[in-house]
T-cell receptor, first 117, second 114 residues
């Protein structure tokens, strides 16, 4: 079974500072995808960033970047120049193709990030 | 461009009643997923459709749960004889068969079973 662990239930960062959210996963698969999703309070989940396991280069999306360490099965998210609108629950998710060609996401328990003025 | 829409947003029911939720995916997406999210947890996969075919079901999907996707368009998730343990947020997501495997989520239906 694929498991995703987010060891930081809550984090806080000041506006304009940088914060890193950690995520580790466990799998025996070689080809898979990793995602960070953001879920603001009472709002829908939106994709922050995506990484393909076969790509060594770390994905970046504007202020968001990842540190993907395949051998260590680690996938951390760095948010630079934090903004108040970044306050949300952040979920790390792992995706692998299932036997029936499905692509179910396995989520961690989430990290609640609070950005303070 | 309309995203994934779910209806209703909130549902309160009494234990033992049946409830049905609807999900309308992004129009060109042929893959559709249902997840359940309980308080303080990440979403858990329930089931997956490719077009109208239900290809994957989690062991979490007990016999009281049934999902359909007639004609490969919208999907419904029905829970029969609801129990208090069914109280959760039910999320729907959709994606393209070919592409970056990105799932787009709806706002969810929050179910409260009294």
């Amino acid at each position: 079974a694929q498991t995703v662990t987010q060891s930081q239930p809550e984090m806080s960062v000041q506006e304009a500072e940088t914060v890193t959210l950690s995520c580790t996963y466990d799998t025996s698969e070689n080809n898979y995808y990793l995602f960070w999703y953001k879920q603001p309070p009472s709002r829908q989940m939106i994709l922050v960033i995506r990484q393909e396991a076969y790509k060594q280069q770390n994905a970046t999306e504007n202020r968001f970047s990842v540190n993907f360490q395949k051998a260590a099965k680690s996938f951390s998210l760095k948010i630079s120049d934090s903004q108040l609108g970044d306050t949300a629950m952040y979920f790390c998710a792992f995706m692998v193709r299932t036997a029936n060609s499905g692509y179910a996401l396995n989520f961690g328990k989430g990290t609640s990030l609070l950005v303070t003025p | 461009d309309t995203g994934v829409s779910q209806d209703p947003r909130h549902k309160i029911t009494k234990r033992g009643q049946n409830v049905t939720f609807r999900c309308d995916p992004i129009s060109e997406h042929n893959r559709l997923y249902w997840y359940r999210q309980t308080l303080g947890q990440g979403p858990e996969f329930l089931t997956y459709f490719q077009n109208e075919a239900q290809l994957e079901k989690s062991r979490l999907l007990s016999d009281r749960f049934s999902a359909e996707r007639p004609k490969g368009s919208f999907s419904t998730l029905e829970i029969q004889r609801t129990e208090q343990g069914d109280s959760a947020m039910y999320l729907c997501a959709s994606s393209l068969e070919y592409g970056k495997n990105i799932q787009y989520f709806g706002a969810g239906t929050r179910l409260s079973v009294l």
